[in-house]
């Protein structure tokens, strides 16, 4: 486990909710507790909590025949004003300022809207103000919904360049089997190196969150490639975040590949994100993928699908259907069409916002 400075802490439903459905403030006020210790030690973190839904069941009743989304809608919107000040009565406690950002997946689409957003986080850091994130439930639609808050924690880690992300849940990591079986052994490192893990994990998901162990790996994965170390904890453990520091921790951790550049990190995670298709011949495949680092100009180009504009996210494929990577783009897709297999034109995109997938 390496040291870290900027971490991500994402607090699962399950870590904050009892098996009644109502709030643990209990554990809440544990873990700010640990989290503030974190803080005087000298490291900045960025908290991404889920329970709204949890504080919401607690205070509005509803009957049972409400349509669920509704419902849910309703629990969530009043649940997260309990969720924020209860965080913040705990934390003003130990003197602590937090702010609360609320997302949707739209917000990482648009480079602009990424770039405000990575820029008022740092901003709050810099004063020393914990900032408490959460998706915006109330307005989020099912397509653009983020798979759970795991997702929601990997896209803000790579967002601000954090080294380290912890995904506290209910069990102490990935496990060989279902954790509850005892012939199930943690799996306590996961090296980049390492075959896939995946066929391990089982995909129920949690009795109160959104994802299952399954997305924790995948998000863990992804963010470990882009050069973050990934912890996934019981979040119900007393010590949980004193043992991270002091390196004591049973858990499951995501060794980090090289760090790579802020911009390759938000185009790692486009891939629900893209407004457009691109598919290239062999030779701008094979362009793509060599060690030179090249952009990908119209000459390479055999098939445009979608419209985009300028700054948007678009996904290239070779002539079988593969997915090579993603890429940002330099001009609108009308202005492409036109170049489309032309020699001495200026690349659709620029190797500086080009990601290619890693096929090792």
Request: net charge neutral.
């Given at each position: 486990m390496?040291?870290?400075?900027?971490?991500?802490?994402k607090?699962?439903?399950?870590?904050?909710?009892?098996?009644?459905?109502?709030?643990?403030?209990?554990?809440m006020?544990?873990?700010?507790?640990?989290?503030?210790k974190l803080?005087?030690?000298?490291?900045?973190?960025v908290?991404?909590s889920?329970?709204?839904v949890?504080?919401g069941?607690?205070?509005i009743?509803?009957?049972?025949?409400?349509?669920?989304v509704?419902?849910k809608?309703?629990?969530?919107?009043?649940?997260?004003?309990?969720?924020?000040?209860?965080?913040?009565?705990?934390f003003?406690q130990?003197?602590?300022?937090?702010?609360?950002i609320?997302?949707?997946?739209e917000?990482?689409r648009?480079?602009?809207?990424?770039?405000n957003?990575?820029n008022?986080?740092?901003?709050?850091?810099?004063?020393?103000?914990?900032?408490?994130?959460?998706?915006?439930?109330?307005?989020?639609?099912?397509?653009?919904?983020?798979t759970?808050?795991?997702?929601?924690a990997?896209?803000t880690?790579?967002m601000?360049?954090?080294?380290s992300?912890?995904?506290?849940?209910?069990?102490d990591?990935?496990?060989?089997?279902?954790?509850?079986?005892?012939?199930s052994?943690?799996?306590?490192?996961?090296?980049?190196?390492?075959?896939e893990?995946?066929n391990?994990?089982?995909?129920?998901?949690?009795?109160?969150?959104?994802?299952?162990?399954?997305?924790?790996?995948?998000?863990?994965?992804?963010?470990?490639?882009l050069?973050?170390?990934?912890?996934?904890?019981?979040?119900k453990?007393?010590?949980?975040?004193?043992?991270?520091?002091?390196?004591?921790?049973?858990?499951t951790?995501f060794?980090p590949k090289k760090?790579?550049?802020?911009?390759?990190?938000?185009?790692?995670?486009g891939?629900?994100?893209?407004?457009?298709?691109i598919?290239?011949?062999?030779?701008?495949k094979?362009?793509?993928?060599?060690?030179v680092?090249?952009?990908?100009?119209?000459?390479?180009?055999?098939?445009?699908?979608?419209?985009?504009?300028?700054?948007?996210?678009?996904?290239?494929?070779?002539?079988?259907?593969?997915?090579?990577?993603l890429?940002?783009a330099?001009?609108?897709?009308k202005v492409?069409l036109?170049?489309?297999?032309?020699?001495?034109q200026k690349?659709?995109i620029?190797?500086?916002?080009?990601?290619?997938?890693?096929?090792?």
């Open positions: 390496l040291d870290s400075k900027l971490l991500v802490i607090i699962g439903s399950n870590v904050l909710t009892q098996e009644n459905g109502l709030p643990d403030l209990g554990r006020e544990k873990l700010v507790s640990q989290i503030q803080l005087s030690a000298g490291k900045k973190v908290l991404v889920s329970g709204a949890a504080f069941r607690k205070s009743p509803l009957p049972d025949k409400l349509n669920p509704i419902k809608q309703i629990w969530a919107s009043t649940g997260q004003i309990r969720l924020i000040n209860q965080y913040q009565s705990f003003e130990n003197g602590q300022a937090v702010a609360q609320l997302v949707t997946k917000d990482f648009d480079r602009k809207h990424f770039l957003m990575k008022c986080i740092q901003a709050l850091l810099s004063q020393g103000i914990l900032p408490i994130i959460n998706e915006n439930d109330t307005v989020t639609i099912t397509e653009l919904m983020f759970d808050n795991d997702e929601l990997s896209l880690a790579a601000i360049n954090a080294d992300l912890l995904l506290l849940t209910n069990v990591g990935i496990f060989t089997g279902n954790p509850s079986d005892p012939e052994k943690l799996i306590e490192k996961v090296a980049s190196s390492m075959p893990v995946s391990y994990i089982s995909a129920s998901k949690s009795s109160f969150g959104r994802g299952g162990m399954l997305t924790k790996y995948a998000m863990a994965k992804k963010s470990a490639d050069g973050i170390q990934v912890i996934i904890a019981n979040g453990s007393d010590d949980v975040l004193q043992q991270f520091a002091a390196k004591t921790l049973r858990c951790w060794e760090a790579k550049q802020g911009v390759k990190k938000w185009l790692a995670h891939s629900e994100y893209y407004k457009g298709e598919t290239v011949n062999e030779g701008a094979a362009s793509l993928n060599s060690e680092i090249r952009s990908l100009l119209p000459i390479g180009i055999t098939q445009l699908t979608g419209e985009f504009v300028k700054g948007d996210i678009l996904l290239i494929k070779d002539e079988k259907g593969h997915k090579i990577g890429g940002r330099e001009y609108s897709s492409a036109e170049k489309i297999g032309q020699k001495n690349a659709l620029h190797y500086d916002y080009l990601y290619i997938f890693d096929h090792d």
